[in-house]
């Protein structure tokens, strides 16, 4: 399993940036203004999907995605290129889009934890979901 991390900061404001992270076990994006994280969201699994997470126990950090909730495991990033942020003028409201390997993957803004990804099929405590046709307008 790879490991991947790469931190991406706001053209527009410097103290916002957007971590992603993949310990090699599940992935995540946080949203973080200066070193604070202000929004997160869960990308995908790379360690098998469980059938019933345990989202209490916290030496289990990052959870997994149950299979419940997972509609799809994307390939995991393996570099910086396959990975683009747009930053909308309003982090509140639009947020910041995640793009994997072209393909709209997740929403944060500020506040929303969790935030909003094209790969869970329904909300839960890592992700809500995205409706098709917000998906089709990015």
């Not at 527009?12 to 310990?23: A, G, H, M, P, T």
């Not at 360690?47 to 419940?68: C, H, V």
């Not at 329904?122 to 992700?127: C, M, R, S």
Request: glycine content about 6%.
């Amino acid at each position: 399993m790879r490991e991947f991390y790469d931190q991406i900061f706001s053209q527009q404001n410097d103290c916002y940036s957007v971590v992603i992270e993949d310990d090699g076990k599940v992935a995540y994006a946080y949203l973080l203004k200066e070193e604070h994280i202000i929004g997160d969201v869960w990308l995908y699994n790379q360690a098998e999907t469980p059938a019933d997470p345990d989202w209490t126990d916290k030496e289990s950090l990052p959870f997994l995605n149950g299979q419940e909730f997972v509609r799809d495991n994307i390939t995991p990033i393996l570099n910086v290129d396959e990975v683009r942020v747009e930053w909308t003028d309003d982090l509140e409201v639009g947020g910041v889009l995640l793009y994997i390997r072209d393909q709209f993957t997740a929403k944060l803004t500020i506040n929303s934890k969790p935030g909003w990804s094209t790969n869970v099929t329904k909300d839960g405590p890592l992700a809500r979901t995205i409706s098709k046709d917000l998906e089709t307008h990015y």
